[in-house]
T-cell receptor, first 113, second 115 residues
Framework: GENVEQHPSTLSVQEGDSAVIKCTYS??????FPWYKQELGKGPQLIID?????GEKKDQRIAVTLNKTAKHFSLHITETQPEDSAVYFC????????????FGQGTELSVKP | NAGVMQNPRHLVRRRGQEARLRCSPM?????VYWYRQLPEEGLKFMVY????????ESGMPKERFSAEFPKEGPSILRIQQVVRGDSAAYFC?????????????FGQGTRLTVV
């Protein structure tokens, strides 16, 4: 089955710097890659996603890139702010398995003012 | 448009009791997924349901756990004879469409504590 690896497990940056989180997946049949932000005591919030027919997607300060050949995808947050501090999860999904998501282990991002 | 609603938010059960977790999907969504999150770990898929059907239960423990999504009413995740290892946050997500790569939105979760 699909396996998703996520790095780093913790990331600390200064406010205004960029943050990059990387994920790799094992099954080339995966075709949908969402990213979720989870704040303490809350549910995961979808922040951006990318499908396998696209190499890059951007939404304001957040961007995601996908390299299908290498089977890895990354989240880029620019001009980080303290409110970006949270745990971020990547995930992968295959079309023939409905919307079942396989999650990475999570990255705890801390943005220091 | 209300989001995914889960209740209760917190649930305390003694070992051996039953736990019932409820999830109402977003309006217009007919696909429901349950995930479990152990402390300081990622989310693990448990089960995928559509109305009156279990589509994929490959992540469900073989015993004590069951799920349903009836024609009317919320989806229910039921844990019988709870043990301390069942203590976790249980999240429900919903999506629309024909399955496949559709955006899934999560509820706030139910935090189960077994004492």
């Amino acid at each position: 089955g699909e396996n998703v690896e996520q790095h780093p497990s913790t990331l600390s940056v200064q406010e205004g710097d960029s943050a990059v989180i990387k994920c790799t997946y094992s099954d080339s049949a995966s075709n949908y890659f969402p990213w979720y932000k989870q704040e303490l005591g809350k549910g995961p919030q979808l922040i951006i996603d990318i499908r396998s027919n696209v190499g890059e997607k951007k939404d304001q300060r957040i961007a995601v890139t996908l390299n299908k050949t290498a089977k890895h995808f990354s989240l880029h947050i620019t001009e980080t702010q303290p409110e970006d501090s949270a745990v971020y999860f990547c995930a992968a999904s295959m079309k023939n398995q409905g919307g079942k998501l396989i999650f990475g282990q999570g990255t705890e991002l801390s943005v220091k003012p | 448009n209300a989001g995914v609603m889960q209740n209760p938010r917190h649930l305390v059960r003694r070992r051996g009791q039953e736990a019932r977790l409820r999830c109402s999907p977003m309006k217009g969504h007919s696909h429901v997924y349950w995930y479990r999150q152990l402390p300081e770990e990622g989310l693990k898929f448990m089960v995928y349901l559509q109305k009156e059907n279990i589509i994929d239960e490959s992540g469900m423990p073989k015993e004590r756990f069951s799920a349903e999504f009836p024609k009317e009413g919320p989806s229910i995740l039921r844990i019988q004879q709870v043990v301390r290892g069942d203590s976790a946050a249980y999240f429900c997500a919903s999506s629309q469409g024909q399955g496949g790569a559709a955006e899934a939105f999560f509820g706030q979760g139910t935090r189960l504590t077994v004492v």
